[in-house]
């Protein structure tokens, strides 16, 4: 693995490539889009674990901070929707300068994969593929969802409950909505998530492009969204499997850290074989 930082001077994001262990047929590439907040930090062991089991697969895999998330420039109110979809962009250009005529997928996970969704409409050479886990279609309920769990969060780590965050759920929620689970929501992505439905998501896919869906729901807004992407000529398809993995716990608790039948099962599609 290389680690590394790159893009322009006054945006520096942070990298880190893991090269093909091994070369079997066309080369291939997975750029990762990771989750946003506390998910990413939930989620970094799983990503970790995933570009390592690429790589021996034989996959160039760059995984990224955007900026004002995790080693990349910027502080946690830096980060919105519309930056972080160039992110993706400038990302996309690092991994296809790394791995020269590779077949690039995307794979991103909750608000990664929606951004991932939104950047494939502005992307020159778009990738042959999106893998999307359980991305976010509601930024709305997203910021609700968000909202609650913070509570959650600090309910569970103070001794004296505090009975106004219950009430701010209910009557104030926007007082929430401003932190998710210790990271700051800026005012850009606050306002950014209240405006985003699934109708922002609509893909321009290229010839044979294929967008796949894994998630452990069963929900039908994901199960429609999929449908309007091979309605606009994509080879879309949702896998619907069961992984116990909680996006926004700060603990595992009872939950995988590295949900292994997900990462082998996104292997296998990147692999051709799934």
């Given at each position: 693995?290389?680690?590394?930082?790159?893009?322009?001077?006054?945006?520096?994001?942070?990298?880190c490539?893991?090269?093909?262990?091994?070369?079997?047929?066309p080369?291939?590439?997975?750029?990762?889009?990771q989750?946003?907040?506390?998910?990413?930090?939930?989620?970094?062991?799983?990503?970790?674990v995933?570009?390592?089991?690429?790589?021996r697969?034989?996959?160039?895999?760059?995984?990224?901070?955007?900026f004002g998330?995790?080693?990349?420039?910027?502080?946690?109110?830096?980060?919105?929707l519309?930056?972080?979809?160039?992110d993706?962009?400038?990302?996309?250009?690092?991994?296809?300068?790394?791995?020269p005529?590779?077949?690039?997928?995307?794979?991103?996970?909750?608000?990664?994969g929606?951004?991932?969704?939104?950047?494939?409409?502005?992307?020159?050479?778009?990738?042959?593929?999106?893998?999307?886990?359980?991305?976010?279609?509601?930024g709305?309920?997203?910021?609700?969802?968000?909202?609650?769990a913070?509570?959650?969060?600090?309910?569970?780590?103070?001794?004296?409950?505090?009975?106004?965050?219950r009430h701010d759920?209910?009557?104030?929620?926007?007082?929430?909505?401003?932190?998710?689970?210790?990271?700051?929501?800026?005012q850009a992505?606050?306002e950014?998530?209240g405006?985003?439905?699934a109708?922002?998501?609509?893909l321009?896919?290229?010839?044979g492009?294929?967008v796949?869906?894994?998630?452990?729901?069963?929900?039908?807004?994901?199960?429609?969204?999929?449908q309007?992407?091979?309605?606009?000529?994509a080879?879309?398809r949702?896998?619907?499997?069961?992984f116990?993995?909680d996006?926004?716990?700060?603990?595992?608790?009872n939950t995988?850290?590295?949900?292994?039948e997900?990462?082998?099962?996104l292997?296998?599609?990147?692999?051709?074989?799934?």
């Amino acid at each position: 693995m290389q680690a590394f930082h790159f893009g322009a001077a006054h945006r520096r994001l942070y990298g880190c490539f893991h090269a093909a262990a091994r070369r079997v047929g066309p080369p291939s590439a997975v750029l990762l889009c990771q989750p946003f907040g506390q998910e990413s930090v939930r989620a970094h062991r799983m990503f970790r674990v995933l570009a390592e089991r690429l790589a021996r697969q034989g996959c160039d895999v760059l995984r990224f901070d955007p900026f004002g998330a995790g080693d990349s420039a910027g502080q946690d109110e830096d980060l919105d929707l519309m930056g972080w979809t160039q992110d993706v962009l400038t990302a996309h250009l690092e991994l296809q300068r790394r791995s020269p005529g590779a077949a690039v997928w995307w794979l991103g996970a909750r608000l990664g994969g929606t951004v991932a969704c939104l950047a494939q409409r502005q992307v020159a050479a778009r990738p042959v593929g999106l893998l999307l886990c359980e991305p976010v279609l509601d930024g709305a309920a997203y910021r609700r969802e968000l909202a609650h769990a913070t509570v959650h969060a600090l309910e569970a780590s103070h001794a004296i409950k505090d009975a106004g965050w219950r009430h701010d759920l209910e009557h104030a929620p926007e007082r929430l909505e401003r932190e998710g689970i210790g990271f700051a929501v800026g005012q850009a992505l606050h306002e950014q998530l209240g405006r985003l439905t699934a109708l922002d998501l609509d893909l321009m896919p290229a010839p044979g492009s294929r967008v796949r869906v894994v998630s452990s729901v069963d929900s039908p807004a994901l199960a429609a969204r999929v449908q309007r992407w091979v309605a606009m000529g994509a080879a879309a398809r949702m896998d619907l499997m069961h992984f116990d993995f909680d996006w926004t716990s700060e603990e595992a608790l009872n939950t995988a850290l590295v949900p292994n039948e997900m990462i082998a099962h996104l292997t296998r599609i990147v692999g051709g074989v799934a």
